[in-house]
């Protein structure tokens, strides 16, 4: 958006509280209404245990935040349960400006360290003792199972180990009384996605991010060499990162513990990598996780891999060994989004829970913070291991889930070499892939997912390149199964794109006639509000073109977020990245510099999206969207807001330009418009994996549309595919017309607007908070399916 327009219309990093939300204060599942500053009795602490992961400062910065909101008194505990148990320095409180500046940060800065003492009655009877002497009986854990069943141990033991330190005098029956339950809540850090329970753990994203950077690099050496590059990736126990990462980064061959390969497989991976360079292909990559094993158990390593090809090809082949690598760098924001959400729910789930709740664990179920009980979640994930130490291949891997299930039969499928010979089939169908709308990462990935689904099971593509100017021009072309090799990383729109409506002029007339002249008979759109809008200029024009009475599939993509019938549109994350990314570096110039607030501009048109979530995940002190109007009073109120937070301690901040003159008193201003770098870049994980899924079950609709010897009502054959909850969906086109603005290009109800008050509360704004977990929501054994 151009950064001249109104202040209304612009998209810059504002919190405020929602004014289509209702405000008044949630009811829990106890009869819990919390007001700020009502929880002034209760004395929480927060510690990390386990390995380290991206985004778990994230959680720790929400956490203690949310609960100051409360009123709660908040501690930290450095080291885990070691600090627990030494006691003293290692259990500190907490203030506000304590977890300033630390979203950005890897790692935790509090601390994460193994102990032993903990694991013996002993030692958990020291660990209750320096609680109870500060009045301390919540506790916050993030960490893995092993973390979480320690706490779960704790809780059970909890009332024993204070009547021991009662009978011995080292606490008073006062103190005994005033923490007589222990309450616990769990947040899962683990790079390995390897917990039951939720779709994503904090610092899986990030971990994907730093192994797809490292594939990204190494193509371009392995090629210029024409090597084999064999990559060690992380996973002991799981092998969620190597499978997503083989997939999202076109390997050639992935091996992961869940999913041995056969006994011969030396000579079968030989024979496909001999394969490929005899078609020309200059380069391979081959992902082994750290934890991968043949079906008799056995170790496979990536010294083993190395040894087979170098024994039987003698190609150039080297190995790089990721280690430690995929748990540093900066969080995603995926990551820091979900260290948020996760981090303010578990404040709530504390703060309702009676001696008679069980241990919950803040989950992630589709796009929602849920609450789950947290040793259900354990038992299912201890039910893997069991699996795969019982050589129970199959069940391990559907154990993992239906995501990984599908990740797994995807990756297969689109890494054979060329289609399979399949005979005369009884149906065998000519379709076609377009894009509308402005271009944007995950694009490639869908055509390339499209493309190689429909040859596997028979059919051909065509390409339309240059959007609907392009094919009222015939600029049409055959897809093969070798064309899109490469592409899935790839920013942009390889086929081209414009922003044309298909109702434009006269422009559906010379589609029809596109359409019969190329004898199409499915039609694939990827894009963005024009894709969606050119869809229902069709479904509305069939009446007048029965040829346009084809099964027409639009697939969202867009930086903006803004279509409806999806909350997630391709391309979103990686904008969402990028411009958290360019806030860190803003965020780093200003080292040294005091009192300095920077400015924000990001795109989205009247979408709030981009602001909302770059915001959320940069730590923003405040963002204006269209989709909230504001007043002159309002921003004066945030310029004073602002400098109050900055006599408190805070250094910088994201603000609004209008605050330069009014708050030049005590803070200077930058401003920064950022344009069209937010649509540029390598593809996020994320985007990669949802261009994929989506556009294999756009290729599994068309040809089950085509197939089907009476066709579904004309409704039913123009469809938006979207991601809603944990389902892809397919809606019907002309159904979600009366669920769109399109004077303002945006739908009418939008998910992430309720995460507006959690914004606005971590910027030390006065709202209520809108609470996502709910006790009715218990995904534990539902199958996974969106990442």
Sequence with gaps: MASGEAAKDANIFRFRTMSTIDESPFVGKEGFEPARGSQKGRVIAIFTSGGDSQGMNSAVRAAIRMGLYYGCKMYFIYEGYQGMVDGGKYIHEASWVDVSGIIHKGGTVIGSARCKEFREREGRLKAAYNLVTRGINNLIVIGGDGSLTGANIFRQEWPSLIDELLQQNKITAEMKEKCNNLYIVGMVGSIDNDFCGTDMTIGTDSALHRILESIDAIITTASSHQRTFILEVMGRHCGYLALVASLAGEADYVFIPEWPPEDDWPERLCKKLKQERELGQRLNIIIVAEGAQDRSGHPITADMVKDVIVKNLKQDTRITCLGHVQRGGNPSAFDRVLGCRMGAEAIVTLLESTPQTEAFVISLD?????????????????????????????????????????????????????????????????????????????????????????????????????????????????????????????????????????????????????????????????????????????????????????????????????????????????????????????????????????????????????????????????????????????????????????????????????????????????????????????????????????????????????????????????VLLGLLRRRYEFTPILKLKNQTDFEHRIPKTQWWLKLRSLLRILAKHDTIYQKEASLELSPVFQDQDPF
């Excluded at 259900?376 to 990984?404: D, H, P, Y």
């Excluded at 000519?430 to 490639?444: D, F, L, T």
């Excluded at 499915?522 to 073109?545: C, D, N, P, T």
């Excluded at 965020?587 to 501009?601: D, H, L, N, P, W």
Aim: hydrophobic content about 40%; some cysteine.
């Design 366 to 718: 589709g796009n929602q913070a849920v609450r789950v009980p947290l040793m259900q979640c354990v038992e299912k994930t201890q039910s893997v291991a069991k699996a795969m130490a019982n050589k129970n291949w199959e069940e391990a891997v559907k154990l993992r889930g239906r995501s990984f299930v599908r990740n797994l039969e995807t990756y297969k499928m689109l890494t054979r070499l060329r289609p399979p010979k399949t005979e005369q089939q009884k149906y065998h169908f000519k379709v076609a892939v377009m894009h509308i709308g402005a271009p944007c990462c995950g694009m490639n990935a869908a055509v390339r997912s499209f493309v190689r689904n429909m040859m596997f099971h028979g059919h051909n593509v065509v390409a339309i390149q240059n959007g609907i100017d392009g094919f009222v021009e015939g600029e049409v072309k055959p897809l093969d199964w070798a064309d899109v090799a490469g592409w899935v990383g790839q920013g942009g729109a390889n086929i081209g794109t414009r922003r044309t409506l298909a109702g434009d002029k006269n422009n559906m007339e010379k589609i029809v006639e596109q359409l019969k002249k190329h004898s199409i008979q499915g039609l694939l759109i990827i894009g963005g509000f024009e894709a969606f809008h050119s869809a229902v200029q069709m479904a509305e024009a069939r009446q007048k073109h029965p040829e346009l009475k084809i099964p027409i599939c639009v697939i969202p993509a867009t930086i903006s977020n803004n279509v409806p019938g999806t909350e997630f549109s391709l391309g979103c994350d990686t904008a969402v990245n990028e411009i958290t990314s360019i806030c860190d570096r803003i965020r780093q110039s200003a080292q040294g510099t005091k009192r300095r607030v920077f400015i924000v501009e990001t795109m989205g048109g009247y979408c709030g999206y981009l602001a909302t979530l770059a915001g959320l995940a940069g730590g923003a002190d405040a963002a204006y969207i269209y989709e909230e109007p504001f007043s002159v009073s309002d921003m004066m109120g945030d310029v004073l807001h602002m400098s109050k937070k900055m006599r408190e301690g805070v250094q910088r901040g994201l603000l609004l330009r209008l605050f330069s003159e009014e708050g030049k008193s005590v803070f200077t201003t930058r401003m920064n418009i950022l344009g069209h770098m937010q649509q540029g870049a390598s593809s996020t994980p994320f985007d990669r994996n949802l261009g994929t899924k989506l556009a294999a079950r756009a290729a599994t609709w068309m040809y089950e549309q085509l197939s089907k010897p009476t066709p579904d009502p004309d409704e039913e054959t123009v």
